[in-house]
Structures are given as structure tokens and as C-alpha cells.
């Protein structure tokens, strides 16, 4: 269940109810792809990070270590011992962009196996079924993403099959939702709203999968290197025809700017692989801006990444020693890394709720969107 708790002009400040535990939002969902946060970052680690909710992938688990392994070590929770929710996700984004070999048809989409070459299939039915033996609180419908820019004649196309895709997305986990043996019988489903850069086409198809009564509606096929602006527009153009009562997530996205910007635009949930990829390459988000921490400046730098950050990292370790790390290549380096840019992401969520609660948002805006995205040692 989710209530809408207070609104500040279209940004929202709600309260998610799941089998696994409740969601605060608006809510940063940390990617765990594999069943891991990439750079050795346990789920024991996330509940020190402040993480609300972790993300998998049904693509990549689907191949390895197999959804059937882990319905038989008793679900994804348990695999990975994380007992709060975890959402995730089709499998859809993977097949078009990993696969280099792909035949879409009305039942779904044939491809070979990133990894070895071998052949698969994925439709409705079986996105369905593999995230059903994942066990997640939360799975998101199999759809088709297009490639953007793309014409208009097949984003409308695309958009349709998508319609038909969730209505079988639909009827297939409510069938395994009733089943005694499977792992989470109170699965949620949310669809995924289409049509590239196309306002017409994004409102028509809202308009479409909103009378399905899903449990939540995401925004996907954005954020894949359209200018921003483009994005904003079009989160605009979808939000007044997207359901006031249930939670809105904008896939892929992003920096710490795009999140205060979609929360302001009436955005839930968001993810992004960015905190944790640019971690491990020593590029971490601070409350004054960005730092690259190889940089010479930091040789002798005793202060913590940011004096303003109480992460495990912060309150231990040193600027210089990070430095130090990532030269020398050691691991540890990109791991206190990215636990430094996981507490500031989930930190960040934290404050955009305190501001909405607050009645103050706006100003938080006007304070921090523009200086997020500083870079504060540019140059040096």
C-alpha cells in the first residue's frame, strides 16, 4: 500500500508498505546487479549505508547463478541474506543492449547469452517466472526498449506490444502468485511506461497501462544519452496522466542534479549504477561538489573525503590514504569508495524527505541541484 504522505507543488513525500518492510519516499535503490553491490560491498554493509531497497537484475541471474539455484536456496533474500526489499528488474534493458544478436516477435525475444554465445528466449510469461523464483518484493513487467532516438512509426509499435507484454505480465504473476510453493505469494508488479522522446505517444501509453491497476508505474527509456532537458520534458508530460495513489519510478536515473530535479517533477524511486561505477574509479560525491580523489591536491590531504559525511569511510579514513590506494590498486580503495557514495546517495534521499516534511524542498533545491553536479577540483 502506498500513501502519499505531503506534496510540495508535484514533488512527493510518500510511505510504501511491502511484505519486506516499509519504503520511505523518495527512495534511491541501491543496484546490486548479480546479487551484489559491485566493489566487495555486502548487504550486511548496506544497512550501515542506510540502503532502503536493493536492485537485481532477472537477466543476469538468469544466467548465472540460474534462478532455479536460487529458488532452491530459498529465494533471493535469503541468497544474499538481505531481508529488506529488493526490486527487480525485467531483464528487458539487458537483452536489448547486451544481446548483439536478437529477433523480437510477439511472444518475446530471442537472443544469445552475453557471456557465451548460447540461445535464449525471454517473453512475458518467462520474465514472469524467473522473477518469481527470485522471491523480489517488487518485479517489473517485460517490456521492449527502444533505441532513442528512434522513428516515431516503430516507437508506436513498440509501445503496443508493450501494452500487450504487461497484460501477460500481469495474468502470469497472478497465476504464480497463487501457486503453494512459490517464494514471496505477495509479489508486486509495476509497469513500465514507453514511446522514446514522443510526448503523445508517452501520454497514450500512461494512459493505457494505468487502467491495468498495477502496483506501481515506472518511466523507462530515458536517461540513455538524451540532453537532460529532453528527459525533464518528458517526465513533465507523463506525470499529470500517472496515478496520484501509487509509487513512480524513473529508471536509470542518476546523478545527484537528475534526482532532485525528478523529485521536484513528482518522481518515487529512482536507481543508477553511477555511485558505485564511479566510485571505483575514484570519482565520489561530496556536499560541496565532485572530487576525482587521485588528484596530486590530496597527497597529503588529511581530511575525510567531506567533513560533512559521517559514513564508515569518512569517520575512519583519510584523503590521502584513499589516494594512495587507488594508486597502488588496491581493492579497499574502490570499496571505501563506494561505500562513501552509497551513504551520500541514501543521505541525499534522507534530506529530500526531511525538506518535504519540512515544507521546504524548493529551497533545498535552489541550494544543492547546481552544486551536486560542481566539480570542486576541476583543473587541478
Excluded at 518485479?139 to 507484454?165: G, H, I, L, Q
Excluded at 508530460?237 to 536509470?252: H, I, N, Q, S, T
Excluded at 537528475?258 to 556536499?287: K, L, Q, Y
Aim: with cysteine; hydrophobic share 35%.
Amino acid at each position: 500500500m502506498f500513501t502519499l504522505l505531503k506534496t510540495e507543488n508535484t514533488a512527493r513525500r510518500g510511505r510504501f508498505e511491502t511484505v519486506h518492510g516499509v519504503i520511505e519516499t523518495p527512495v534511491f535503490m541501491n543496484v546490486g546487479t548479480s546479487a551484489a553491490i559491485k566493489g566487495a560491498v555486502s548487504s550486511l554493509d548496506l544497512i550501515e549505508l542506510k540502503c532502503q531497497v536493493e536492485l537485481c537484475n532477472t537477466y543476469h541471474l538468469h544466467i548465472r547463478p540460474g534462478d532455479k539455484v536460487i529458488y532452491e536456496m530459498g529465494g533471493l533474500h535469503r541468497f544474499m541474506n538481505w531481508s529488506r526489499p529488493i526490486l527487480t528488474d525485467s531483464g528487458g534493458f539487458q537483452v536489448f543492449s547486451l544481446a548483439k544478436l536478437r529477433k523480437i516477435k510477439e511472444e518475446g525475444v530471442y537472443f544469445r547469452s552475453h557471456l557465451d554465445g548460447k540461445k535464449l528466449f525471454i517473453g512475458p510469461e518467462e520474465s514472469m517466472r524467473i522473477q518469481s523464483h527470485l522471491g523480489s518484493t517488487i518485479a517489473m513487467a517485460f517490456d521492449e526498449c527502444v533505441e532513442n532516438p528512434a522513428p516515431k512509426s516503430y516507437s508506436k509499435e513498440s509501445c503496443d506490444r508493450t501494452v500487450r507484454w504487461l497484460r501477460r505480465s500481469k495474468a502470469e504473476l497472478a497465476r504464480l502468485n497463487s501457486r503453494e510453493d512459490t517464494v514471496n505469494p505477495r509479489q508486486l508488479l509495476f509497469g513500465i511506461n514507453q514511446g522514446c522522446t514522443f510526448e503523445d505517444l508517452r501520454i497514450e501509453h500512461m494512459k493505457q497501462i494505468r487502467e491495468l491497476d498495477l502496483d506501481g508505474y515506472a518511466i523507462g527509456g530515458l536517461a540513455v544519452g538524451e540532453p537532460t532537458e529532453e528527459m525533464y520534458r518528458i517526465i513533465e508530460a507523463v506525470e499529470p496522466y500517472m496515478p496520484k495513489d501509487k509509487p513512480r519510478y524513473l529508471m536509470g536515473v542518476g546523478t545527484p542534479s537528475n534526482i532532485i530535479e525528478a523529485v521536484a517533477r513528482g518522481v518515487d524511486f529512482f536507481d543508477c549504477v553511477m555511485p558505485s561505477r564511479n566510485a571505483r574509479h575514484a570519482t565520489v560525491f561530496t556536499w560541496s561538489g565532485i572530487m576525482h580523489l587521485t588528484n596530486q591536491r590530496y597527497v597529503l590531504d588529511e581530511r575525510p573525503i567531506d567533513p560533512e559525511c559521517d559514513c564508515p569511510t569518512c569517520r575512519s579514513f583519510t584523503r590521502s590514504y584513499i589516494r594512495h590506494l587507488f594508486k597502488a590498486d588496491e581493492q579497499l580503495g574502490g570499496r571505501l569508495a563506494v561505500m562513501h557514495n552509497l551513504y551520500f546517495y541514501n543521505t541525499l534521499m534522507e534530506r529530500i524527505r526531511n525538506a518535504l516534511d519540512e515544507g521546504r524542498f524548493y529551497e533545498f533545491r535552489a541550494k544543492y541541484s547546481e552544486l551536486l553536479a560542481s566539480r570542486i577540483d576541476a583543473g587541478r
